[in-house]
């Protein structure tokens, strides 16, 4: 417990808890969306989007990474539940980066590797509602 308080000290509360949050890990059985994302460091990314009315209805991600992938993936899911695809478009690292305060800035590549995951699933999405048969050859 000791080491985990050290790896918060000096983190925003909302760092802390998009930091430690695990209850959107999880895939989603039969997503509408699905993307994934390695990035330079090695962290890699699967996001998983659930979709009714071109609305963001639920969301899940898989991780192999570190607590601040951990940290961006969860808010990325936090900003976007509840949004239009149009207008999930415009979430960006940014965003991410602002929310959580105290993303340390050399690992805002982080930040990156969620929304490039993230947009690599409403891509999905907006295929599949276009071809419907593509859901059937999802990895």
Same mark, same amino acid.
């Given at each position: 417990?000791?080491?985990?308080? /050290?790896?918060?000290?000096?983190?925003?509360? /909302?760092?802390?808890?998009?930091?430690?949050?695990?209850? /959107?890990?999880?895939?989603?059985?039969?997503?509408?969306?699905?993307?994934?994302r390695?990035?330079?460091?090695?962290?890699?990314?699967?996001?998983?989007?659930?979709?009714?009315?071109?609305?963001?209805?639920?969301?899940?991600?898989?991780?192999?990474?570190c607590?601040?992938?951990?940290?961006?993936?969860?808010?990325?899911?936090?900003?976007?539940?509840?949004?239009?695809?149009?207008?999930?478009?415009?979430?960006?690292?940014?965003?991410?980066?602002?929310?959580?305060?105290?993303?340390?800035?050399?690992?805002?590549?982080?930040?990156?590797?969620?929304?490039?995951?993230?947009?690599?699933?409403?891509?999905?999405? /907006?295929?599949?509602?276009?071809?419907?048969?593509?859901?059937?050859?999802?990895?």
């Amino acid at each position: 417990m000791e080491n985990i308080n /050290q790896l918060m000290e000096g983190h925003s509360q /909302q760092y802390r808890k998009m930091a430690l949050q695990t209850n /959107q890990y999880l895939p989603l059985a039969d997503a509408d969306g699905y993307g994934k994302r390695t990035g330079q460091c090695g962290d890699t990314i699967e996001m998983y989007l659930k979709i009714s009315n071109d609305v963001i209805e639920q969301m899940g991600f898989q991780i192999e990474g570190c607590l601040n992938t951990n940290a961006c993936a969860n808010t990325l899911v936090h900003l976007a539940l509840g949004k239009h695809l149009d207008d999930a478009w415009s979430l960006s690292s940014d965003h991410i980066v602002d929310y959580l305060e105290t993303l340390p800035s050399h690992e805002t590549h982080c930040a990156d590797l969620a929304c490039g995951a993230f947009y690599l699933a409403l891509k999905n999405a /907006q295929d599949a509602k276009q071809k419907p048969w593509i859901k059937n050859y999802r990895k």
